[in-house]
Structure formats: structure tokens, C-alpha cells
């Protein structure tokens, strides 16, 4: 089962198990169902209640949506009932479930994953509530709110941002500039090392790290289009853009600290917190391993440098969670009130103000009780010219688990050998792509 990169709100080992094994199409026709729908087979509507499958089990999202719901029931009089199931069980269940009598509403992610489904007719079309909340989301979000067909199937709740996270004092103290390109981040690098610190904190135990890092130098270099096309499946990993992109990353790993498999992403920042380490490449959530606060309101981050000019820093990677309907809801109209709450600025400032970690996906958030780190993270979102959701969540589950994370690790342990190892990729991706 893949091990998928942990969300920003809770303790990571619960928190990453939310990310595990989304299902895909590695689940299809995956034995017995374990999801049921709250009404069951056959059940009448209820126009004052809308059924919801949550994945959301642990203990700090599952109060954040909690109140979201009891503010929609005071606002509408609709009731949602909500079916949550843990988070590994919901996942490898979720083609079962939906093929079955699932709920009206689910929880899900946005881009490919929602794609997939889309695609197989296993969702509703939501145009109708796009139609209402539309103006509220940037056009990014909206091209990952969107199915193949160019309809809506998605609303976005909250996001967060990839970044290279730094501590401004160890900065300030070595006279450090952000790089703006890759030369000057091999450059920073170099003096780093110079310096006796480890230029990039990095760990792989749990073998997803490692796909972030290629995302940043896949999109930065060959632009989004190829980045969707690749996870997707259409484009060849045998392609000399993708080569390309393993020979900047060798250049780019006498760098990376030591011992990075044996280590997982908490233990790789405290080098960061310890400022034994210059510089990390995660997620936000990387912030929850600062404790004292002194060390939180010295932490940073930057884009991942320019490496073409002709796609500049336009792409920022931004895993996005929200929800979907099914392919026949019971309650179609109570549906589409409770969608078009969900998609308000005051439904993401309930989430939030539980779990202040990531930020809303709306454009008109309110951001006056972000801290500055969440404000530079929504800046960042909000200003992407397109938005990635991770290679596990931007292709098949069964791709990237059994194919893209033994590749990637047997890469970063030898550099050498890439184009026998980029060809052995491309034939079991025809395999595994034929399959759906």
C-alpha cells in the first residue's frame, strides 16, 4: 500500500495515513464494499437532509467539518448526515462505494482524482453550483475543479502550498540570498556546504518525498502541460524531457543531506529547526514540527527557482482537498444548497479556525487571522498560473506506488543507469495504463 504525504493539520503519522492509497483504479472490483451509504439501498429523500461519506476520521478535521455542518443546518435547516469511515478503509473502498449506493456528497481530491471518477460516470456534474460561486475561486482552482469533459465536479475547501522552507536568522547570519534560478540555487548550495551546514534537509523512508522533489524540477523545467501529461500517462518517460530532468536533479544531490532512507520527513526538519540544515523542500505542514514559536516565526520559504524562463515560477504544487457528488444524489437540490455553502469564504473560515495550518482555497478568503506564513502560502496559491496536487494525487495510485517510488529511490541511491531505469518505468506504465 503507498504511503502518501502527510496533510498539515494533525500529528503526521494519523495525518499522512489520510493521503494513503486514494483509491484510483487499482480498487476496481476490489472485493465486498466495506462503505455503505447512510440511507442504504432504496431509501427515500429526505429534502432536509443531504448523506455525506467522510473520509475525514481524525480527531481535528473531523470537528472542523463538524461545525461547518452545524452552521449550514442553522443557516438552510438541512441536516447532513454524515457516513465517516477511517481513512484507509474510505480509500480503497471508494470505487466499491461508488459503484454501489453511495452517499449524496464525498469527500475527495481535487485534479486527476477527481478526474477519474468524472470520467467514469461514477459522479454528477455541478455547473449549477459553479454557476454561484464561480467568481469566488481563481482560475487555477477552477482548472482543478474541472472534469476532462470542461465541467465542473469539485469545490474546493482548503490547500497548501510546496515550498522550499529556510530560517530567515540562518539567512540573515550567512548573508544568504533566495535564488531566483537554478544556477543561483546550486550556487546558495555550494556556499552552504562551504559553511559546514547540509544545503537541503531530506528524507525518502516513506518513499514520497522523493516525488515532490521531481514534480518542482519537471514543472519548472518542461511546464505544466507536460507534467499533466506525463502522470497522465500520455506522454513516454523515455522522452529526453524527463531524462532532462533526472540530470539537473543529479547535479542537485551531492546536496541532500545523508542517510535520507533510513530517515522520514519529520526527523529531516529538525535539521531545519536545529539550523544544521539550510534549506527543505516539503509541504507546509512541514511547520508543525516547530514547537517553540520563536523557531515558527523564523521560518521562510521560496518558490522552487526558475530553471526556463518560458515557464518562470508559474506552477506551484498544492495538494486540494473538498468534495464531489455522487452519480444519482437522493437530494439533489439539498445537495447543491449545501455545495454552495461549502464554497463560501464562511465555510472555509469554520475549517480554519480549527485547523489553522492550511489555508482556503477561495480568492476571497478571509486572511486577516492567517499567520504570515499562511499569508505568503495563499499569496502563492492564489498567483499560480496553474496548480499541481503531488505525483500520487496527479496519477494512478498503482503507478506511482509500485513503479514511481521504488524508481525514485533506486535513482537516488544510483545516479548512474537512469535511462535503462526511465525505459523499465515506461513499460510498466503501458501495462498498468492499459489496465483502466
Not at 459553479?130 to 472534469?147: H, N, V, Y
Not at 529531516?268 to 536545529?274: E, I, P, R, W
Not at 469554520?350 to 486577516?368: E, F, N
Not at 496553474?386 to 506506488?401: A, G, N, V, Y
Request: some cysteine; overall charge neutral.
Amino acid at each position: 500500500m503507498p504511503l502518501h504525504h502527510p496533510g498539515p493539520s494533525v500529528p503526521a503519522p494519523s495525518r499522512r495515513t489520510l493521503l494513503r492509497a486514494i483509491g484510483g483504479a487499482a480498487a476496481l472490483g476490489a472485493g465486498i464494499p466495506l462503505l455503505g451509504a447512510c440511507g442504504g439501498s432504496g431509501s427515500s429523500a429526505d429534502p432536509k437532509t443531504v448523506t455525506l461519506g467522510s473520509n475525514a476520521s481524525d480527531a481535528v478535521p473531523k470537528k472542523a467539518f463538524a461545525d461547518i455542518y452545524a452552521a449550514f443546518r442553522k443557516q438552510s435547516g438541512i441536516t447532513v448526515d454524515v457516513n465517516t469511515k477511517d481513512h484507509n478503509t474510505f480509500q480503497e473502498q471508494i470505487n466499491s462505494y461508488l459503484q454501489g449506493t453511495p452517499d449524496d456528497v464525498f469527500n475527495w481530491f481535487a485534479g486527476y482524482r477527481m478526474q477519474f471518477f468524472a470520467s467514469k460516470k461514477l459522479a454528477s456534474p455541478i455547473d449549477d453550483v459553479w454557476d454561484e460561486i464561480g467568481d469566488g475561486f481563481p482560475d487555477a482552482m477552477k482548472k482543478l475543479s474541472k472534469g476532462e469533459d470542461g465541467r465542473y465536479y469539485f469545490v474546493p475547501l482548503y490547500t497548501y502550498p510546496w515550498g522550499v522552507f529556510y530560517r530567515k536568522s540562518v539567512f540573515r547570519q550567512y548573508g544568504y540570498e533566495v535564488p531566483a534560478t537554478w544556477d543561483r540555487l546550486v550556487a546558495l548550495c555550494k556556499r552552504m556546504k562551504k559553511d559546514g551546514l547540509v544545503p537541503i534537509a531530506f528524507a525518502d523512508k516513506d518513499a514520497w518525498p522523493a516525488m515532490g522533489t521531481f514534480d518542482q524540477i519537471n514543472f519548472r523545467l518542461n511546464g505544466y502541460d507536460f507534467h499533466v501529461e506525463l502522470m497522465a500517462g500520455k506522454a513516454s518517460w523515455t522522452d529526453p524531457r524527463v531524462k532532462a530532468v533526472f540530470d539537473h536533479w543529479a547535479e542537485l544531490l551531492p546536496y541532500h543531506q545523508d542517510g535520507f532512507m533510513g530517515r522520514t520527513w519529520q526527523d529531516a526538519a529538525q535539521a531545519l529547526v536545529a539550523k544544521k540544515a539550510g534549506m527543505y523542500l516539503l509541504g507546509s505542514f512541514v511547520a508543525q514540527q516547530f514547537t517553540d514559536q520563536a523557531d515558527l516565526d523564523d521560518l521562510d520559504f521560496f518558490a522552487f527557482p526558475e530553471m526556463d524562463p518560458a515557464h518562470g515560477q508559474d506552477t506551484v504544487e498544492a495538494p486540494t482537498d473538498g468534495f464531489m457528488v455522487s452519480r444519482s444524489p437522493k437530494n439533489r437540490s439539498g445537495v447543491v444548497e449545501l455545495l454552495r455553502y461549502l464554497g463560501t469564504p464562511a465555510a472555509e473560515q469554520i475549517y480554519l479556525r480549527a485547523d489553522s495550518s492550511v489555508v482556503g482555497a477561495s480568492a476571497k478568503a478571509d486572511t486577516s487571522s492567517y499567520s504570515a506564513l499562511q499569508k505568503k502560502a495563499y499569496d502563492m496559491i492564489s498567483g499560480a498560473k496553474s496548480l499541481t496536487q503531488f505525483m500520487d494525487r496527479d496519477s494512478r495510485p498503482d503507478f506511482t506506488s509500485t513503479v514511481m517510488q521504488p524508481g525514485l529511490q533506486k535513482f537516488l541511491q544510483n545516479p548512474r543507469g537512469v535511462d535503462d531505469l526511465l525505459s523499465s518505468i515506461e513499460r510498466q506504465k503501458k501495462t498498468i495504463f492499459a489496465s483502466a
